[in-house]
């Protein structure tokens, strides 16, 4: 494995993790520590909005960093068991003593492994992947290849979502779009940029993803009520970019 530091910030009330570079690993709002603090994590929950609850039942986080992710799914989703895969233990470390990552083995299991091999040898099904792993230089590598999205499928369940983070692929992005539609027999929807750069792609197994623009705002609109996450910006991201086309989105 490659050494870096483990390094921490704080600006203007947000704390930041860094592997060594200026990259931010992630990132949390000491006043608010348990919110989305950076827009392509928010984006990353949308999943929420295209499957019926209760859903997801259990959920695979790969690639820990600052914890946002899983303590948003920790603390508004008690229905989700989460597994998280983390290939380095000092970010755990981290998460754990500057970004208050939960300690709740009976809904919450951290990993220490590489995310390759740990689908290679587990048999369990997930409803949700979140894909959001990198090293000190923003590369995905193994983790942004044919074989790893196709090992992602085969571990969704049949309402199963793979959420990914394309950040820092801007050159190589058409690449990786085309391996997860690949990998997914085109059943993949790529959402247009957020502020932050980072693009979001869902990819879907099993039932299918059709949902009217109209219950996507109203899903919306209770998510915001219930957990303070707003995708209405997304939503109309979404419709801008004529994802919404016959007024629904389906993949």
């Not at 039942?57 to 690639?63: F, I, K, M, S, T």
């Not at 948003?72 to 229905?79: A, D, G, T």
């Not at 939960?102 to 809904?107: L, S, V």
Request: proline share 4%; with cysteine; charged share 25%.
């Amino acid at each position: 494995m490659a050494r870096y530091s483990i390094d921490i910030s704080e600006e203007a009330g947000v704390r930041s993790l860094h592997f060594g570079s200026e990259w931010v690993q992630g990132a949390m709002r000491v006043a608010r520590p348990f919110a989305l603090e950076l827009a392509y994590t928010r984006e990353m929950m949308a999943g929420l909005l295209l499957r019926d609850a209760p859903w997801p039942r259990n959920a695979l986080l790969v690639g820990l960093g600052a914890g946002s992710l899983v303590k948003f799914i920790h603390r508004n989703l008690p229905q989700t068991r989460i597994t998280v895969v983390e290939i380095d233990p000092r970010v755990e470390v981290a998460a754990r003593v500057h970004f208050r990552l939960p300690d709740d083995p009976a809904r919450l299991q951290v990993v220490i492994a590489d995310a390759v091999d740990y689908l290679l040898r587990t048999d369990t099904h997930y409803d949700l992947i979140l894909l959001d792993g990198f090293d000190a230089n923003a590369r995905a590598g193994a983790l942004d290849t044919a074989p790893f999205y196709a090992a992602c499928r085969a571990h969704l369940s049949e309402t199963g979502l793979l959420s990914v983070n394309l950040f820092g692929r801007s050159r190589g992005f058409l690449a990786s779009k085309e391996r997860i539609a690949k990998a997914f027999d085109d059943r993949c929807c790529v959402f247009p940029s957020c502020d932050s750069g980072n693009v979001i792609a869902f990819a879907a197994v099993g039932e299918e993803v059709s949902v009217e623009a109209q219950l996507l705002k109203e899903r919306a609109e209770a998510l915001r009520k219930a957990t303070g996450l707003n995708l209405q910006p997304t939503i109309a991201r979404l419709a801008a970019a004529g994802a919404l086309a016959g007024g629904e989105l389906h993949f």
